[in-house]
């Protein structure tokens, strides 16, 4: 096959970019779980993730870090990125949703919101950020770390990579376990049931915009890492994001980690039998097709309703 | 002092109205069961006192107290359980973490109850860790109760405990609100099973196309023709 040679340096590659998918992929899903809605602003979240990383990472201005610095470096830009990410959401939610909802809008005009909010936060980055590609400054010594099975894995990759699983477990711990992890799978199920448990729907909404802001803007960062920080880069990586979360079932938490995965490693192996020009036609061919052959995605939905 | 009384009480969909200014009230420790067809307004009854609908006149009144503005969330809180129509357990929770949701307000302390929601239901017991999508429509309607118990509620709001059960589930289920009731918990029961209802209670009112036709002890329902011909399946004069 076309991939024979660089398999696995591609696998290695394509794992990386679908953590970030994945991590970005749980803040549709999470959303679709409590509202069966498609919150497309959260391109716009990952986006601005990326800006409140590298801002801070700029204003720090450290030359050669290394050491005890990187780490730092790295955890206080993914920080900054998450907690920017997340007040976005939060935002978005109250701004461009929660009215809709107190006035039972159509879904219609849902959809509407979220793209209008999308287009505003996406060209309000562009006009005060300029409209190019910002690189992150050299957070560490980035090199070759690791080979296996003769593949070359980067310093670049395993940040990523780790710092994705760190978050990705987290977040199944917190819904598996928690009392706020309760609340969001109960609004999932049953919304209605879970009002007359005494959960307040409109704080477990807000708290899991939240979730997903914080999650998504952290990934903003570690994209921002690998290909830098630009006003547009929410809407691809987003695009497909969704498209992973559609993979692996909407509403579907591990689902969207599994889609995010397949999706990224999918679209590296697909670019070395064709050409790179390809890669985003990849991604939405499997869009398409897991929208026609199993619209319920892999694993089905299982955050949401049953029936 | 009624425990929860309603007066006058409208609630609308829409246009439609589907209370026409309803009364009627629930004294601390009784049963009480309101009967009716589908459609009568039973089931939006319930619902309104949880909070889940507004009435649009009327008033509503818990120890006292109006709670016609309260969402549904706080009502819980207030110590009114409501077990929904349809049972409305979560499909893809365990049967514990079914229960624990039933707590969800409050900060430690459930073990007591729980012990008690096992007492009253061995079989959750036993299915502990399954699914309560899983779980057979008596088995859910148990949890359903048992969920609603885990708040300590003194006032059991219960909606159609028999709907789809094999009789002798239904006399199960009934014998158990029966002994919830000893416990000390108010039970308003919604019923379409007038018979079984009757028996277990200790008054009843009969709802038509949203207002209340009929307000009496139970004995007196049971033995009443109308009430016999359109809930009991009896012919008038037949007995």
């Known amino acids: 096959m076309c991939f024979t040679q660089s398999f696995w340096q591609l696998t290695i590659s394509g794992l990386a970019l679908g953590s970030v998918y994945a991590l970005i992929a749980l803040g549709y899903t999470l959303v679709y779980g409590v509202l069966q809605l498609i919150n497309f602003a959260h391109s716009e979240v990952f986006m601005l993730g990326g800006f409140g990383g590298l801002f801070l990472v700029r204003g720090l201005g450290i030359d050669n870090p290394s050491g005890v610095t990187s780490v730092l470096l790295v955890g206080g830009g993914m920080l900054a990125g998450a907690l920017l990410g997340a007040a976005t959401a939060f935002t978005l939610e109250r701004v461009a949703y929660r009215p809709l909802r107190r006035r039972g809008a159509p879904r219609l005009a849902f959809l509407i919101s979220a793209i209008g909010a999308s287009f505003f936060l996406l060209n309000l980055a562009g006009k005060e950020f300029g409209r190019f590609n910002n690189p992150m400054p050299p957070l560490y010594t980035s090199g070759k770390v690791f080979s296996v099975f003769g593949a070359q894995v980067t310093t670049n990759q395993l940040v990523v990579a780790a710092s994705a699983l760190v978050m990705l477990i987290a977040l199944d711990r917190i819904i598996a376990k928690t009392r706020l992890g309760m609340g969001i799978r109960s609004v999932a199920q049953d919304a209605e049931a879970a009002s007359l448990m005494g959960v307040d729907i409109d704080k477990v909404i807000t708290r899991t915009f939240v979730l997903g802001g914080l999650l998504g803007g952290a990934a903003g960062f570690l994209f921002g890492i690998q290909f830098g920080v630009q006003y547009n880069m929410g809407f691809s990586a987003g695009t497909k994001a969704f498209t992973a979360a559609v993979l692996g079932g909407i509403g579907n938490v591990r689902g969207a980690v599994m889609g995010g995965l397949v999706l990224g490693v999918a679209e590296n192996l697909g670019v070395a039998c064709v050409s790179s020009a390809w890669r985003d036609v990849i991604a939405f061919l499997i869009l398409v097709l897991v929208l026609m052959l199993r619209p319920t995605g892999l694993l089905g939905e299982r955050l949401g309703r049953s029936a | ?239």
């Open chain 2, 1 to 239: 002092m009624a425990m929860l009384e309603l007066e006058d009480l409208h609630v609308k969909y829409g246009a439609v109205e589907a209370l026409k200014g309803i009364t009627l009230e629930v004294n601390e420790g009784e049963i009480v069961t309101l009967l009716g067809a589908n459609g009568a307004g039973k089931t939006t009854t319930l619902r309104t006192i949880s909070g889940l609908l507004r009435p649009s006149a009327g008033r509503l009144l818990f120890e006292g107290k109006p709670i016609h503005e309260l969402p549904a969330h706080e009502v819980l809180g207030i110590g009114i359980g409501h077990v929904p129509e349809g049972r409305r357990v979560f499909p893809r929770m365990s049967v514990l973490e079914n229960l624990e949701m039933g707590a969800y307000q409050r900060k430690g302390g459930n073990k007591e109850v729980m012990e008690r929601v096992f007492d009253l239901f061995p079989v959750l017991s036993e299915r502990k860790t399954q699914d309560g999508g899983t779980l057979s429509g008596g088995e859910q309607q148990m949890l359903a109760i048992g969920r609603a118990l885990m708040s300590r509620p003194r006032l059991l709001l219960l909606d159609e405990p028999s709907m789809g059960l094999a009789p002798l589930i239904v006399a199960k289920i009934f014998e158990i609100i029966a002994e919830i009731n000893q416990d000390g918990t108010t039970v308003l029961l919604v019923e379409q099973n007038a018979a079984q209802a009757l028996k277990l209670a200790g008054r009843g009112y009969v709802l038509e196309t949203g207002s209340i036709v009929m307000s009496e002890d139970a004995a007196t329902l049971l033995s009443d023709d109308r009430v016999r011909a359109a809930y009991l399946g009896e012919e008038i004069g037949a007995a």
